[in-house]
């Protein structure tokens, strides 16, 4: 990790949603390559682009984008 890494959950996000890389791009004027890129870890949102992201989704930033990695899902023991 370099520091500066910003992981993000955009992919389930859109899975949940059924919402295409194309479509999501559409939504927020932006090439769908630009969302692979987000997606794979190598491209950072601006803080605009995260909040439309978060926008889009209808949830808070925080769901979407971490500084830390996201745990795995199904990973977290619960007593």
Do not use: C
């Not at 939504?27 to 889009?56: C, D, F, K």
């Amino acid at each position: 990790m370099s520091g500066e890494d910003v992981y993000n959950r955009i992919s389930m996000l859109r899975a949940e949603r059924g919402v295409s890389r194309k479509d999501l791009a559409a939504a927020l004027g932006v090439h769908y390559q630009t969302i692979g890129y987000l997606e794979r870890g190598e491209y950072s949102p601006s803080l605009h682009l995260a909040l439309r992201i978060a926008e889009y989704f209808d949830v808070p930033v925080e769901i979407v984008f971490s500084l830390t990695p996201f745990p795995r899902l199904g990973s977290e023991v619960v007593k």
